[in-house]
Nanobody, 125 residues
Framework: QVQLVESGGGLVQAGGSLRLSCAASGRTFNRYNMGWFRQAPGKEREFVAAISWSGGSSYYAVTVKGRFTISRDNAKNTVYLQMNSLKPEDTAVYYC??????????????????WGQGTQVTVSS
């Protein structure tokens, strides 16, 4: 079992930055691919970014590529999402996810076995 706890959400003006953190329990953090999804009101949950268990590969949704950066610190059991140049359309609840390293590093929800409770990000115009 892996428990994920997100932090770092909040209210920011358009053009600003936030850094989300996700702390994972357990001793096997480096056996999991990690990622972020988000869900805006009235919309489906969508993929944001993912990173492989080693940190050697990362992937981004087209809508955030060039603005967001995913990273991880396996010694701290933590994954981060640095969000720059935020836009009002980035407003959503952001969820941290973990999937077994044997799974693909993917944009697909089914590849991730564990989900955090989410943290709210609100970008004002």
């Amino acid at each position: 079992q892996v428990q994920l706890v997100e932090s770092g959400g909040g209210l920011v003006q358009a053009g600003g930055s936030l850094r989300l953190s996700c702390a994972a329990s357990g001793r096997t953090f480096n056996r999991y691919n990690m990622g972020w999804f988000r869900q805006a009101p009235g919309k489906e949950r969508e993929f944001v970014a993912a990173i492989s268990w080693s940190g050697g590969s990362s992937y981004y949704a087209v809508t955030v590529k060039g603005r967001f950066t995913i990273s991880r610190d396996n010694a701290k059991n933590t994954v981060y999402l640095q969000m720059n140049s935020l836009k009002p359309e980035d407003t959503a609840v952001y969820y941290c996810v973990a999937g077994a390293a044997s799974n693909a590093v993917s944009y697909q929800r089914d590849e991730y076995d564990y989900w955090g409770q989410g943290t709210q990000v609100t970008v004002s115009s």
